[in-house]
């Protein structure tokens, strides 16, 4: 008995040495490692810095005042309109837009491959659709304006306009489909097959097995994957640049033709603008704006998601 308890009893015996003795390869992964934590902390930081710096000379420009940015809904820099909610409801309208599409199918697909499709069928029908993420979005934008508009106008008649928000916002949900769909159907096959059989045995048919019991244990991973296809609709450049319009238009109606953000960014930024001026400045105040909106629309989407996350232990 003293020699089977001697390891568990020796009173020198600390497990904490056992990080002592990493082996010359561990050491420089785990540095690393670290050094790559640190590296997308300071890109960030300074990503942060430089649109800061840059969207303070917009604001110290005589004639600019926070109250103005904020508070009208007027946007032309060149002729003293600073308001930019044109810009920001049109970029609001579209994502979401976007994610009414995309969440409600891509979350569909996802609970089929999880739950109903056979391993074949998974590994056939997966493939096919994440290959819509390999599509250049400058041909979502043309296939918005080419294809989704007519088809609109032929609903709607002509309340459509030619540019609008609404052809755009459809089309973005297509294209971020796949990523919520594969992100989704991961966090479904990842819950424990305990929580499925436990289900079977109370007497759940597979449809109340997947919406009432997987779904909410993989809430987590679905919020991650809602949280992504946010950041991805609002931060689209060039399919609202090509379908929605190339003018802000403070407006809700997203049959009408209303200029984002981003869709700002790229049409002011191909022209001629001296290093400086007030419509090069403009950009960058934009640009942090565009930050902000994404960020808050971020920690929203994770303090819902935390709020009704069921927890297993």
């Known amino acids: 008995m003293k ?13 904490l040495d056992l990080k002592k003795k990493l082996r010359p390869g561990e050491s420089v992964i785990q540095s690393l490692l670290f050094m790559s934590g640190i590296l997308s902390i300071f890109i960030t930081v300074a990503i942060v810095y430089e649109l800061g710096k ?9 004639g600019v005042t926070l109250t103005k940015f904020f508070t009208t809904t007027q946007w032309s820099p060149g002729i003293g309109l600073f308001g930019i909610w044109p810009l920001v409801t049109s970029t609001l309208i579209t994502s979401a837009i976007a994610i009414f599409v995309s969440l409600p199918l891509g979350l569909s697909a996802a609970l089929f491959l999880s739950e109903y499709a056979s391993p074949k ?9 994440e290959v819509l993420a390999g599509i250049p979005t400058v041909v979502y934008g043309y296939f918005a304006l080419l294809f989704m508009t007519p088809l609109l106008q032929s609903i709607f008649g002509d309340a459509v306009q030619v540019y609008n928000m609404l052809s755009a916002g459809i089309v973005m949900g297509i294209m971020i489909l796949p990523l919520i769909s594969s992100m989704s159907e991961d966090a479904l096959s990842a819950v424990p097959r305990s929580l499925r059989e436990g289900a079977y045995a109370m007497g759940a048919t597979k449809f109340e097995t997947s919406i009432q019991v997987v779904l909410p244990a993989s809430l987590s991973g679905v919020g991650a994957a809602l949280i992504i296809g946010i950041s991805r609709a609002v931060g689209e450049t060039m399919i609202v640049a090509v379908a929605a319009g190339s003018g802000p238009n403070f407006t809700f109606n997203p049959f009408k033709a209303a200029e984002t953000m981003t869709g700002h960014i790229a049409r002011i930024s191909g022209g001629d603008l001296s290093y ?37 232990e």
């Open 3 to 15: 020699q089977e308890n001697t390891t568990l009893e020796n009173k020198n015996f600390r497990p």
């Open 121 to 129: 069928a998974r590994a056939t029908l997966k493939p096919i659709l």
């Open 54 to 62: 840059e969207a303070l000379l917009f604001f110290t420009t005589p």
């Open 276 to 312: 400086n001026s007030i419509d090069y400045n403009s950009l960058f105040a934009v640009a942090l704006m565009l930050f902000l909106v994404t960020l808050v629309l971020n920690l929203v989407s994770q303090v819902i998601v935390e709020r009704f996350r069921e927890k297993y």
